[in-house]
T-cell receptor
Framework: DAGVIQSPRHEVTEMGQEVTLRCKPI?????LFWYRQTMMRGLELLIY????????DSGMPEDRFSAKMPNASFSTLKIQPSEPRDSAVYFC????????????FGPGTRLTVL | DAKTTQPTSMDCAEGRAANLPCNHS???????VYWYRQIHSQGPQYIIH???NNETNEMASLIITEDRKSSTLILPHATLRDTAVYYC???????????????FGTGTRLQVTL
């Protein structure tokens, strides 16, 4: 099992540019989560999907952020336009939505906005 | 989800047991106690979880007090590779088909030394 796959692993961009982060969940998992981690705010949930449907997006910071899950094997998190304060490590996690099943995290994408 | 309180940091000598405490005095009857850890520059990793009974797996043991207001994660023989931030999370159980989110606090930074 390849685990949760995220790409790119590192992204450096300039303020104002569009950034797209990608995630492939573990096969058979039907819930997917996007988290962001910074020194100031720690690890915070942005949005999560169940069976490709967004369930809770209350953690999405503002309209510049959007997430999609067009099918069970792929999700994107887009930032447009990007700002320096968006610099963080973005993690994707997946799980089977069965009772107390644990979440499996990907390696993260380190985003730097200059 | 109930709030948890953990010490900011702890040290442990290699080969000794590491006992990481967590207080969750407002936990409710259907909430589980989860432990994750995050090794530097990696995504969080699931360790163990429990509801009422003590639990043990290949990584650790989880001791939950009878009133469920606190718990202790035990790494029986800590190694240098166990140096990480350990997160105690209380999370409601959920019905089959709907996942629930994890809310990460600041965790305990465990330093294992020679």
């Amino acid at each position: 099992d390849a685990g949760v796959i995220q790409s790119p692993r590192h992204e450096v961009t300039e303020m104002g540019q569009e950034v797209t982060l990608r995630c492939k969940p573990i096969s058979g998992h039907n819930s997917l989560f996007w988290y962001r981690q910074t020194m100031m705010r720690g690890l915070e949930l942005l949005i999560y999907f169940n069976n490709n449907v967004p369930i809770d997006d209350s953690g999405m910071p503002e309209d510049r952020f959007s997430a999609k899950m067009p099918n069970a094997s792929f999700s994107t998190l887009k930032i447009q336009p990007s700002e320096p304060r968006d610099s963080a490590v973005y993690f994707c996690a997946s799980t089977r939505a069965i009772r107390s099943e644990e979440q499996f995290f990907g390696p993260g994408t380190r985003l730097t906005v200059l | 989800d109930a709030k948890t309180t953990q010490p900011t940091s702890m040290d442990c000598a290699e080969g000794r047991a590491a006992n990481l405490p967590c207080n969750h005095s407002t936990i409710s009857g259907n909430e589980y106690v989860y432990w994750y850890r995050q090794i530097h520059s990696q995504g969080p990793q699931y360790i163990i979880h429990g509801l009422k009974n003590n639990e043990t797996n290949e990584m650790a043991s989880l001791i939950i007090t009878e009133d469920r207001k606190s718990s202790t994660l035990i790494l029986p023989h800590a190694t240098l590779r166990d140096t990480a931030v350990y997160y105690c999370i209380v999370r409601a159980g959920f019905n089959t088909g709907t996942a629930s989110k994890l809310t990460f606090g600041t965790g305990t930074r465990l330093q294992v030394t020679l």
